[in-house]
């Protein structure tokens, strides 16, 4: 159980573009998801934290008119990278909270920008 | 605030052999710690998990953790790796009033060697 997915699981965009990462709970209500951005042998760096149903919580640092976070069901929460630039090429993880204490992880998306 | 520091960015080690991650935290409050594992180019999977009782904790793949509350510790131990167990490993805390937030450490890469 708690199984969250991510698609797609790779992207490589031209520069300018915008491009959407859809994260879904397969097994379980999350109200509450997780985006994280992690690069080449670093820890994750919280992005933002996405409600269902309300608008996101963004951590400083992160501009929120360039990453979109729409939690628009139970299931699903969507980061859309818009006129993504080199600089936005990452790994970006999601979670779910499941319960007071767990979180469940995405297998993650890797966004090359060129 | 809380913070996460793991003192070993790689640990190198031959098969069978022992092995000790460190992990030590700082929070005004009481905590929860986890410590989660991440293979190449996947997300990351709950080893173990303290939320409070016995400061011994046992996880999956014969790994354990000792929280040390008068140390702020986390240290996980495994008595024998094997190669499958290479990979990145991160020691994260949360607390009650973070809801669900986790503070990731910097990782630590265990290579284990034949």
């Known amino acids: 159980g708690a199984v969250v997915s991510q698609h797609p699981s790779w992207v490589i965009c031209k520069s300018g573009t915008s491009v959407k990462i859809e994260c879904r709970s397969l097994?379980?209500?999350?109200?509450?998801m997780f985006w994280y951005r992690q690069f080449p042998k670093q820890s994750l760096m919280l992005m933002a934290t996405?409600?269902?149903?309300?608008?996101?919580?963004?951590e400083q640092g992160v501009e929120k008119d360039k990453f979109l976070i729409n939690h628009a069901s139970l299931t699903l929460s969507t980061l859309t990278v818009t006129s993504a630039h080199p600089e936005d090429s990452s790994f970006y993880i999601c979670?779910?909270?499941?319960?007071?204490?767990?979180?469940?992880f995405g297998p993650g998306t890797r966004l090359t920008v060129t | 605030a809380q913070s996460v520091t793991q003192l070993d960015s790689q640990v190198p080690v031959f098969e069978e052999a022992p092995v000790e991650l460190r992990c030590n935290y700082s929070?005004?409050?009481?905590?929860?710690l986890f410590w989660y594992v991440q293979y190449p180019n996947q997300g990351l999977q709950l080893l173990l998990k303290?939320?409070?009782?016995?400061?011994l904790v046992k996880g999956i793949n014969g790994f354990e953790a000792e929280f040390n509350k008068s140390q702020t510790s986390f240290h996980l131990r495994k008595p024998s790796v094997h190669i499958s167990d290479t990979a990145e490993y991160f020691c994260?805390?949360?607390?009650?009033?973070?809801?669900?937030?986790?503070?990731f450490g910097g990782g630590t890469r265990l290579m284990v060697k034949p």
């Open positions: 994260a805390v949360s607390d009650f009033y973070a809801g669900n937030m986790l503070t």
């Open positions: 929070s005004s409050v009481s905590v929860y």
């Open positions: 303290y939320l409070s009782g016995s400061t």
């Open positions: 996405s409600n269902e149903g309300s608008k996101a919580t963004y």
């Open positions: 097994d379980f209500q999350a109200t509450t």
């Open positions: 979670s779910a909270r499941a319960g007071s204490h767990e979180q469940y």
